[in-house]
């Protein structure tokens, strides 16, 4: 009776921590954000910018990001749903397909990120729905008698911040990789010849044992 009853708190207790990730998962991706596949400065990034709701239950038609004023060459194209519209410092994204609230998509466009590491790139993005809107525009406050976190926020606008980095990284991350295939390459024949060797022996072994077996007989 006492071990089924530990068995129950113990179960129930594991429910409530799931229920309490979960919770917390569903917090955390409620914000529509901005992923970039680096943030390296002066390099070249792809940001995938994600709509996970539509406004209070309404569809989503469109939905608009403004260009931080320091970066560059921003390119986007539109999607089988999305067709992009672009301006000098923003881009639109439109659908005549609504995305339905319980519904999430992603669409994605590229830029150069500043030459300036430690750079805050904020990206304000205004979601419209078929009734009314989302302005996902708020920025945390930092200043002096005001400490308004970015996770305390209710609409945050997506921030990217420039890291240090050189762009042409990637080309020495895949001389290692080539150094390392080389390196497997080099030891390969190694291995081989030590199995072969390895067997050479045991056959030796094996015809001396047999050899000793006749002369007995």
């Excluded at 519209?85 to 005549?96: I, K």
């Excluded at 466009?109 to 590491?117: E, K």
């Excluded at 990789?177 to 497997?184: D, E, K, L, Q, S």
Aim: net charge negative.
């Amino acid at each position: 009776m006492h071990r089924t009853t530990i068995t129950r708190r113990v179960a129930l207790s594991g429910l409530a921590t799931a229920v309490l990730v979960t919770l917390g998962s569903v917090t955390a991706a409620a914000h529509v954000t901005i992923t970039p596949s680096t943030t390296a400065a002066g390099a070249t990034a792809v940001l995938r910018l994600e709509i996970p709701h539509g406004c209070e239950g309404s569809a989503t038609t469109a939905v608009s990001v403004r260009m931080p004023e320091d970066v560059a060459d921003v390119t986007a194209s539109g999607t089988d749903r999305w067709t992009v519209d672009q301006a000098a410092d923003s881009l639109t994204w439109t659908t005549g397909e609504p995305l339905l609230d319980g519904e999430h998509d992603q669409v994605e466009f590229s830029l150069r990120l500043p030459d300036d590491a430690g750079a805050t790139l904020v990206f304000p993005v205004v979601q419209r729905c078929e009734e009314g809107e989302a302005a996902w525009t708020e920025v945390a406050d930092h200043a002096e008698g005001h400490d308004t976190g970015h996770d305390a926020l209710e609409r945050p606008a997506p921030v990217v911040v420039v890291t240090p980095g050189d762009p042409a990284s990637g080309a020495d991350g895949g001389t290692e990789a080539a150094a390392a295939a080389t390196g497997a390459e080099e030891r390969d024949p190694l291995l081989v010849y030590g199995a072969a060797g390895v067997l050479l022996a045991g056959g030796v072994a094996s015809g001396a044992a047999l050899l000793r077996r006749r002369r007995r007989s």
